[in-house]
């Protein structure tokens, strides 16, 4: 009934000894989505597993429950440790379906849908990358499980599902049609950086509130009367008409959650969202670098709220520090300054942004024998 992120890498371009570099896991109640997975990833993945089941056995983040991988862009801090994770996945004998899906040019999907095989890809394209993938996953023996890769450009919309040859074929399907997900809404949206690259969007729909178990109770409905009520329909009991609609609190808000993966700030597509609960921005730089952030397409921490701000996000959690940065307590300012209305912390490995039933944001910060708020 909630969203949580684990977010495993918190460095930008390359680890420290403290950090390593881009790849979360977002765990829902119909699925769990990596986004990013660069360098190491299946280490760090391992290690919050482990760390799971010792200080939090109720979480967890089992692989065979993972759907689908979703990249942000192709470079290759966020994206180098897909290839080991899928061969380890199939020693340890994955069955269920995988998509890995990502950003490329219109250009790449244009060529694609017209059956030809594009040309002057830039070679960090995820679809150089995605061939690569596939050659070498299949080289000694078909995988275990089944391995969908999907392209395309998030602006015109237009994703292609690509067979094992390297031809495409338009995705005539919304990403939850795809994964088989009845509540979860996968969006990309557009962001701003030297290569084709996206935000990912993961929200929770609406549901009904909870059911009126005491009222029930209290009026001694039996469970064949309970449960019509419950799924909907009224029911006359001992001479009164009982509405089912009576029986049901308010509904549960929707939740999102949003990873913008490198961008500069403000990408209008990403402004285009009405509100999310919570934001999981990049912020590679410090004001006085506003400059250098400017010039690579990337955001300080000031940018990171700014558009957090213009999608009325509730909280805004900061990710992907430059290496030069000791502390991230000036991130932390240089946001509040921007805007102090909007909750904003900053990650570190292995912190959790946990987002409740009723859309409350909590970071839960890891502090070596556990998280705590
Ligand atoms: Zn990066």
């Given at each position: ?20 570099v ?133 602006t ?12 495409g ?52 409905l ?37 990873v913008?993966?490198?961008t ?32 690579f ?34 991130l ?42």
């Open positions: 009934m909630a969203i949580e992120a684990h977010i495993l890498g918190t460095s930008s371009a390359r680890p420290t000894a403290t950090r390593a881009s790849g979360s896991i977002v765990v829902t109640d119909e699925g769990n989505f990596v986004v990013d997975a660069g360098e190491g990833f299946q280490s760090r993945f391992a290690q919050q597993r482990k760390w799971l089941k010792q200080y939090d056995a109720e979480s967890s983040i089992r692989p065979s429950k993972i759907k689908a991988i979703f990249l942000t862009h192709g470079h290759l801090d966020h994206t180098w440790g897909v290839l080991p994770w899928l061969q380890s996945m199939s020693l340890d004998g994955r069955t269920q379906p995988l998509a890995i899906i990502g950003p490329t040019t219109s250009a790449v999907v244009e060529a694609l849908v017209d059956g030809v095989i594009p040309e002057d890809v830039l070679s960090v394209d995820l679809y150089n990358q995605f061939g690569y993938w596939i050659s070498m996953v299949n080289h000694e023996q078909p995988l275990p499980y089944e391995l969908t890769y999907i392209l395309g450009d998030p015109s919309r237009r994703w292609v599902q690509l067979d094992t040859k390297g031809h074929k338009l995705l005539d399907k919304s990403f939850s049609e795809r994964l088989g997900l009845s509540t979860i809404e996968i969006e990309a949206f557009p962001t701003l950086h030297s290569v084709p690259s996206c935000a990912w969007s993961i929200t929770q729909q609406q549901r009904q509130g909870a059911f009126d178990r005491n009222r029930a109770g209290e009026l001694q039996d469970e064949h009367q309970k449960s019509a009520l419950s799924a909907g329909h009224d029911i006359e009991h001992e001479g009164t008409m009982l509405l089912a609609s009576t029986f049901r609190g308010p509904p549960k808000p929707a939740l999102r959650l949003v913008s993966g490198d500069a700030e403000c990408s209008p597509s990403l402004a285009s969202i009405e509100s999310c609960n919570v934001l999981i921005h990049e912020a590679t730089f410090i004001d006085e670098q506003q400059d250098v952030a400017d010039a397409l990337h955001s300080t921490s000031r940018g990171a709220m700014k558009t957090a701000r213009s999608m009325n996000a509730q909280a805004l959690c900061l990710t992907h520090y430059s290496n030069r940065l000791s502390e991230t307590d000036v932390i300012q240089e946001a509040e300054a921007e805007c102090p209305d909007i909750v904003v912390t900053a990650a570190d490995d292995h912190d959790r942004i946990y987002v409740d039933d009723s859309g409350e944001v909590v970071h839960k910060y890891w502090n070596g024998n556990g998280w705590m708020n």
